[in-house]
């Protein structure tokens, strides 16, 4: 395995100065260096998300600060998951978030959770996300923005509601294992997990449905008006039941090694979640040092934000004066793309394949972005090396050929093959043995489209 490998798909896109941790860490140093993130100094992008200060907020502190129903707290949430996966040094830590708020996905903005999706970042995806599955699990379980957002919250034992049970099943956990009774009984047994008048979650008994449950492998009597204690233990089961174990491990295999994940690996990655009692980390160590990751190079396309993310980072480009409105521009980018943060509005979470993002349409938005960052047209408010030409290369090569060479050395990590580096340079009139020399008077106005041609190669697409 490579160290530009693991770094492209552990973070969002390497850059001169991680390449060059790993190298001297190693691979395994490197790793275990980001498996303990809070070891990790990430003052710079803590103080930029200082200008966001609701994306993290409580749901009391939302409420005091903003009126009902505003977007407000889901635009600081979207804007800070940009800036940390463009700028935190804790890249694993940010990866792995993503993976859970997709896994347990709440759409934001979506309705009833405009006071509540900032907190269900903070002290369920965030809070749990290098944990063990089962306390996240049940923190997602008991958190307003879940309960509304799959209308647990309306849900009594009168007409109990089975949208959570179904999703609880379907997505976060065993997956297409359950039947129509399975849901029924479940649905049953989550009664009175609701949400306060406040904000907050709250067990009502009084909404509770008693009676025996089946459901799956799972059996209880349900008899007690405090039906929370069963609830618990059936989220629990669910955490620790092998086809929960199968799903969290083909899922991460999907989005860290391949999108048809090898078999094998799923189910030692499996095992391995079982034998540590759900816990994350073994899993994560298990699989970057798996040889089936070490053999999956260029098995993976980035999706639209990936790539706007790793092309900001290649390019070396840092939040504005304001660390704000750059941050909104990125992200309107990304709502164009139909990739920004958290906007997908089914609970199933982005998708994660090459199929979904893979168009010529798409192919053309990445395009366009490439070259607005290259040229600084757009995002205007980022701050920019003062000469990116020389930041990427500064020693000129002796010919234009080599110069291609060098960028896509230093953007994407190899060379481009023959055949791409003079398509890249007939938009100049040039060929790959054209000279070149720092007096050339032309190189200003073609450097940006050079850059953006290399940011467009297919192998730039690849994670």
């Known amino acids: 395995m490579t160290l530009a490998h693991l770094l492209r798909r552990a973070t969002f896109g390497p850059t001169p100065a991680s390449l060059a941790e790993a190298a001297r860490l190693g691979a395994d140093g490197w790793l275990e260096r980001q498996l303990n993130p809070a070891r990790i100094d990430d003052s710079a992008c803590d103080k930029l998300l200082e200008r966001l200060p609701l994306a993290g907020a409580s749901t009391a502190a939302v409420r005091a600060a903003l009126p009902k ?29 993503a993976f859970w708020a997709n896994h347990l996905h709440v759409a934001a903005p979506s309705g009833g959770v405009w006071d509540s999706r900032a ?22 379980a008991r958190h307003p923005a879940m309960l509304t957002y799959l209308d647990q919250r309306s849900s009594a034992k009168t007409h109990p509601n089975e949208n959570y049970a179904r999703e609880l099943m379907e997505l976060h956990t065993v997956g297409l294992v359950y039947d129509e009774a399975d849901v029924r009984d479940a649905a049953r047994l989550l009664t009175g997990m609701t949400v306060s008048k406040a904000g907050g979650y709250v067990y009502d008994a009084s909404k509770h449905a008693t009676g025996r449950v089946g459901i799956l492998d799972f059996r209880h009597a349900n008899d007690k008006p405090d039906g929370e204690p069963a609830a618990l233990a059936f989220l629990d089961h669910l955490a620790t039941h092998p086809e929960t174990a199968r799903t969290i491990a083909r899922k991460l295999c999907v989005r860290f090694v391949a999108d048809e994940p090898p078999a094998a690996l799923v189910t030692r990655l499996a095992q391995v979640y079982l034998d540590n009692g759900t816990a994350i980390v073994p899993v994560l160590r298990a699989l970057f040092t798996s040889a089936e990751f070490a053999a999956s190079a260029g098995q993976k396309v980035r999706t639209p934000f990936e790539d706007l993310i ?6 070396g480009l840092r939040p504005g004066a304001d660390g704000v409105t750059g941050l909104d521009a990125l992200y309107d980018v990304l709502v164009q793309a139909g990739n920004a943060p958290f906007r ?6 982005f998708p994660d394949v090459a199929a ?3 168009s010529p349409s798409a192919f053309l938005v990445r395009c366009n972005l490439h070259l607005n960052l290259a040229t600084g047209w757009y995002p205007k408010q980022l701050t920019r090396p003062a000469d990116l030409l020389r930041s990427l290369v500064p020693v000129l090569p002796a010919t234009y050929g080599a110069l291609v060479d060098a960028l896509a050395t230093r953007l994407i990590g190899a060379p481009l093959p023959a055949a791409h580096t003079a398509a890249v ?5 040039k060929s790959p043995n054209s000279v070149l020399d720092a007096n050339d008077k032309h190189l200003a106005g073609h450097a940006p489209y050079l850059i953006a041609l290399v940011l467009d190669a297919p192998s730039f697409q690849l994670r």
Do not use: M
């Open 69 to 97: 129903d505003s977007y407000e707290a889901f635009r600081q949430l979207g804007r800070a998951a940009v800036a940390r996966a463009a700028w935190s040094e804790r890249q694993l830590f940010e990866s792995v978030v």
């Open 119 to 140: 907190d269900y970042d903070a002290q369920v995806i965030r809070k749990h996300a290098f944990g063990r599955f089962t306390d996240l699990l049940r923190a997602s």
């Open 310 to 315: 790793a092309a900001v980072r290649a390019l």
């Open 344 to 349: 997908w509005a089914a609970p199933n979470g």
């Open 356 to 358: 979904v993002w893979a």
């Open 425 to 429: 340079l007939s938009v100049a009139q």
